[in-house]
């Protein structure tokens, strides 16, 4: 049975370093035999999470389903004024409507967590806001965590970069979550 990887990540523009980010982790978890899905940019536009409005945008079903049937997740923040995107922190939010199922939140699922802003200080406290996050979602931050700063690293259109730890790190990530929500299966 293939593994499911779901990567949410990036900003609304899209493109963004965040979301090139997300997108190379990705690759390491399809380069380790994962069927992967990203929801970046306008996929990511939701009304802001209340638990008592009794439907949801298109967008915001389609997050939770797709996080319903994921196996790991990776999630990828631009650090803004030093803590992950309102963007990202609104889209987990959403797992809140995953309260009563069999594996409540992110429960047991491997999370790859990648902090990505303009300068090491906003980097590594956004990386730890998305841990933090992850915890309290009762889900298993991989042991590796990406904190790429976007002052010395820039990705291409197609996701490369020149930075060979950071490709390395990102990709290392993604097959973390992979092996690990293998290993839970098996």
């Known amino acids: 049975m293939t593994v499911t990887?779901?990567?949410?990540?990036g900003s609304v523009r899209a493109g963004s370093q965040s979301e090139r980010a997300l997108h190379t982790a990705l690759a390491g978890a399809r380069e380790a035999g994962a069927e992967v899905h990203a929801i970046t940019g306008d996929s990511l536009?939701?009304?802001?999470?209340?638990?008592?409005l009794p439907e949801r945008t298109g967008n915001?079903?389609?997050l939770v389903e797709a996080l319903r049937r994921a196996d790991g997740v990776v999630l990828s923040s631009p650090?803004?004024?030093g803590t992950i995107s309102g963007l990202i922190k609104n889209a987990l939010d959403y797992v809140e409507d995953l309260?009563?199922?069999?594996?409540p939140y992110l429960d047991?699922?491997?999370?790859g967590c990648i902090g990505l802003a303009h300068g090491w200080q906003a980097t590594v406290t956004t990386l730890q806001a998305l841990r933090s996050v992850v915890h309290a979602l009762r889900g298993w931050p991989t042991p590796l965590g990406g904190a790429v700063n976007s002052a010395?690293?820039?990705?291409?259109?197609d996701g490369g970069t020149s930075d060979e730890k950071a490709d390395a790190v990102l990709r290392t990530i993604g097959r973390q979550v992979v092996d690990f929500?293998?290993?839970?299966?098996?």
């Open 5 to 9: 990887v779901v990567g949410i990540g």
């Open 45 to 52: 536009v939701l009304p802001f999470y209340d638990p008592h």
């Open 60 to 62: 915001a079903t389609a």
């Open 99 to 103: 309260r009563q199922d069999d594996t």
């Open 108 to 111: 047991g699922r491997a999370v």
């Open 181 to 186: 929500a293998a290993a839970r299966r098996g």
């Open 79 to 81: 650090g803004y004024h």
């Open 152 to 157: 010395e690293t820039r990705f291409d259109a």
